[in-house]
């Protein structure tokens, strides 16, 4: 049997986060290695994000979906189980996710948020390369079957598996799932991700 190719990709979470990101993409794409992002349709810079994507063909661009500690796409009105009281996505996840799980009311507004973003997503022109949640919030099972529901919608066909080797024990059954579920549905993902324990201090000891 032959062996199975293999490719490095290199990517950026947070595009539209705020123009110093932006900045940072456009220069690591450019004159580095970064060869994809994950855009923030509601985040305060996605307008200058989007332009910049435009203006790079070979980046490939995907969403990523925010549902925890970030700014929503829907007017507050629509999903307003899913705020706090400064009309942003809270950072209590385990709190949430429980919430996602058990209240099918905030089942709903969840559905409504996914689909806007990747209705927001669809509106910029760009191809849709892949799709990740912020904070890996897709191990949930209900977001990740959420997100299979709509995505194929829009012509999902790639999710990010974040799966590191060194990740915690506990953590490992919630991956597994994942990997089954995106390979049941026939999503491409990767094999495993290296940069979760060094989010923000990407430095050269770290690549090495």
Do not use: C
Not at 47 to 64: F, T, W
Not at 89 to 109: A, C, E, T, W, Y
Not at 162 to 167: C, K, R, S, T
């Amino acid at each position: 049997m032959a062996a199975k190719p293999r490719a490095l990709i290199v990517t950026a979470d947070d595009f539209g986060l705020h123009p110093r990101v932006n900045m940072a993409v456009e220069q690591a794409h450019v004159s580095g290695v970064l060869s994809a992002a994950s855009l923030m349709v509601g985040a305060p810079a996605s307008s200058d994000a989007i332009a910049r994507a435009r203006a790079m063909p070979r980046l490939r661009v995907g969403l990523h979906l925010v549902l925890a500690d970030g700014d929503p796409v829907m007017p507050r009105a629509g999903i307003a189980s899913l705020l706090d009281e400064h009309g942003r996505f809270g950072s209590n996840m385990v709190r949430d996710g429980i919430r996602f799980f058990f209240l099918p009311h905030v089942r709903k507004q969840l559905a409504r948020e996914i689909r806007a973003q990747f209705e927001a997503f669809a509106d910029s022109g760009l191809t849709l390369d892949h799709v990740n949640t912020h904070k890996h919030f897709h191990l949930h099972p209900t977001v990740l079957d959420l997100i299979l529901e709509i995505g194929r919608e829009f012509g999902m066909k790639a999710m990010r598996l974040p799966f590191e080797v060194n990740a915690p024990l506990w953590l490992r059954p919630w991956i597994a799932r994942v990997r089954a579920r995106l390979d049941a549905a026939g999503i491409l993902h990767n094999d495993y991700v290296v940069g979760v324990a060094d989010s923000g201090q990407m430095d050269e000891r770290a690549w090495l």
